[in-house]
């Protein structure tokens, strides 16, 4: 499908191969809405799949007791990607794992459940010379957020909810309102979408081979998060209502095409990102329960940062074990310094130490 399609672009058949085994598909008990309705199986971890679809080899825990393949994995836990087109890869995978294992095919006769919803961005002043628009409206609603930005901020064209699913915000609009912010500030998990009367844009669509409910950004009154991670025993809730950005999206322009084309174009979506995958950029400042490392990257101080975010080694999983190739070795620059340095602290101790000699005999 056109969905499948948009993770597979730039991203390698070993990671997809990966992915789809190690998709979370979760949903959690957060509460009953008269739109998405409370599941009627118990998948309340974030990895209650991960690792019952595991090849051992794929998953190593970098516990002294070698490795470990839980049942489940409680508490906070993401991916940690490199760059956003990973983290799109997982993402959507992680969809397409969740509606394979709750929704209808296309060709049944059941209505989808209600628990998930796709909200679509409201694409419009489309600047192409291609007269039919309408086609390319559906290619920007079918990226994801990598290929769709304001500036250097993710724009998502679309937003697979469900309860219990994971994001983090966009902007800081609702700083001074709600508390929440761009980034660590405003983590949510997914409690309710409220609709407006008589949203004519809502309706079942065939995503993935799997029947599931969309609607228009336009026909959504308010999306209501819970404060994630918990602070205290009472929880914490806010709101967002869909914003219109200017952004700029690389899109296929037709079926042919073998590049993007960058297109201006505005957006009308909730101004959130999914974080069920998290970039090294991004996770500065979190602390997270469990953290899955895709691939390594060589980047200054990457591979640090993404370590220092889990709080124990037992929550620590890896798809390839850390090689001493994989960290990048000081610069000539930084070790020049270093040496400078050094040489500058022994001066000061043997000048110290003459000193020292010097009180110690005494005048005369």
């Known amino acids: 499908s056109n969905q499948a399609t948009l993770f597979r672009r730039g991203t390698s058949n070993w990671l997809l191969r990966t992915i789809s085994k190690v998709s979370l598909g979760r949903v959690s008990f957060l509460c009953d809405s008269n739109l998405l309705a409370k599941p009627s199986y118990d998948r309340n971890s974030i990895c209650k799949y991960l690792c019952s679809t595991l090849r051992p080899h794929y998953l190593i825990s970098l516990a002294p007791r070698g490795i470990q393949l839980p049942k489940k994995l409680d508490g906070d836990t993401c991916y940690a990607c490199h760059t956003n087109k990973q983290r799109n890869a997982i993402t959507a995978a992680i969809f397409q794992e969740h509606l394979k294992q709750t929704h209808p095919r296309a060709d049944d006769t059941n209505e989808p459940p209600k628990h998930t919803l ?15 628009v309408d086609v390319l409206r559906q290619r920007i609603i079918e990226l994801g957020d990598n290929d769709l930005r304001q500036g250097q901020k993710l724009i998502s064209p679309h937003l697979c909810c469900y309860v ?34 008589n949203p004519v844009s809502y309706g079942c669509e065939v995503w993935d081979g799997k029947k599931v409910w969309t609607v228009c950004a336009s026909d959504v009154e308010y999306v209501k998060f819970e404060h994630y ?3 205290g025993e009472s929880p914490r809730f806010f709101k967002l209502v ?29 101004p959130v990102n999914a ?8 996770l500065q400042g979190l602390t997270k329960d469990n953290v899955i490392v895709c691939s390594w990257n060589k980047t200054t101080n ?3 940062v993404v370590l220092s975010r889990v709080r124990t080694l037992t929550g620590l999983y890896l798809f390839r074990r850390l ?3 994989d960290i990048k070795p000081p610069s000539r620059e930084y070790l020049a310094f270093l040496g400078r340095m050094q040489e500058l602290q ?16 005494g005048p005369g």
């Open 302 to 304: 990457w591979i640090y």
């Open 229 to 231: 991670p918990r602070k």
């Open 323 to 325: 090689k001493l190739s």
């Open 275 to 282: 974080s069920d995958a998290i970039t090294g950029h991004k």
């Open 164 to 197: 219990g699913a994971y994001f983090m915000c966009n902007s800081n609009d609702n700083l001074r309102k709600h508390g929440t912010g761009n980034g660590t500030q405003g983590q949510g998990r997914l409690v309710h979408v409220k609709l407006k009367d």
């Open 118 to 132: 796709i909200i679509k961005g409201l694409i419009q002043s489309v600047a192409s010379s291609d007269a039919n």
């Open 346 to 361: 022994n001066g000061d101790l043997r000048l110290a130490r003459r000193r020292g000699q010097g009180l110690e005999q």
């Open 242 to 270: 869909p914003k219109k950005v200017n952004a700029m999206a690389e899109v296929l322009p037709h079926d042919r095409a073998n590049e993007t084309v960058p297109m201006k174009c505005s957006v009308t979506q909730l």
